[in-house]
């Protein structure tokens, strides 16, 4: 059996071609496939279950279909989708879970999160993460008109475009130090997460002993996945045609 991992597709009407990737994916994952885990940014945007549009909404049925068809999927909110709720969790056929959460992967306890709490060092985001992540925010948020948080939205994205590149990439990676300290928290020697669109596998030690920290990459001129059984796991690229 084999268990699935993507993070970070950041989905829009505007790039088809991750659209097109997705969706020859979730037609055609391969064998054997037991669970497929999505770790945020699935979206670029999410205004809120009632904001869905014609484009999200054929992504929700092929999740749904794929969900019917091979195996469950498991959701968990990004910093770009974190207003998706129940309502679209019944369209796709989804589980959200909570960040972080642990799963047994074939024997191994492994922590999954999507990895924006561990960039420490970005201290303006951290907290607009607090604020965001707090429920009480997130139901008054909710509560706005539709157009003002879409408006609000794209202020945002804005933003963030201008930002990013000021952004040193120390301050927009994780720190070494809060990884070990979240692991060793939730007792796990192997950490998957995405958000940094840093792909790789990291060798680290975690309570005296060797553990793994393994980075899920971003749909952007490349796909990424994580292929995960009883025996291995295999983080892979492939092409997305334009």
């Known amino acids: 059996m084999t ?4 993070s970070d597709l950041h989905l829009q009407e505007e790039r088809p071609e991750i659209a097109r990737a997705l969706l020859n994916l979730l037609a055609d994952p391969g064998k ?6 999505i770790l945020g940014d699935f979206f670029e945007y999410w205004v809120g279950d009632d904001g869905i549009t014609p484009f999200q909404d054929k992504i929700a049925h092929a999740v749904k279909k794929f969900s019917e068809t091979f195996a469950p999927v498991y959701f968990m909110h990004g910093n770009r989708d974190l207003l998706i709720g129940n309502q679209f969790a019944h369209q796709a056929g989804c589980t959200i879970l909570k960040d972080p959460c642990i799963i047994d992967l074939y024997g191994e306890p492994t922590l999954l999160m999507h990895g924006d709490s561990l960039c420490t060092l970005d ?16 139901w008054l948020l909710l ?3 539709l157009s003002y948080r879409i408006s609000s939205i794209r202020k945002l994205r804005s933003n963030s475009a201008k930002q990013g590149p000021m952004k040193s990439r120390d301050i927009m990676d994780v720190t ?7 692991m060793e928290k939730h007792n796990c020697q192997r950490l998957i997460h995405g958000h940094t669109h840093r792909p790789d596998r990291h060798t680290i030690t ?3 002993k060797p553990a793994e920290r393994i980075v899920l990459g971003d749909w952007e001129k490349q ?4 292929r995960s059984d009883d025996k291995s796991l295999e983080l892979k690229s492939f092409p997305i045609n334009q």
């Not at 796909?223 to 994580?226: A, H, P």
Request: charged share 25%.
């Open 32 to 37: 054997n496939v037991e669970a497929l885990y």
């Open 176 to 182: 070494s130090d809060e990884v070990i300290k979240t």
């Open 223 to 226: 796909g990424w996945i994580l």
């Open 143 to 145: 509560k706005l008109p």
């Open 206 to 208: 975690v309570n005296g």
């Open 3 to 6: 268990t699935l991992f993507i």
């Open 123 to 138: 201290v303006a985001y951290q907290r607009f993460r607090r604020a965001t992540r707090n429920p009480i925010i997130r």
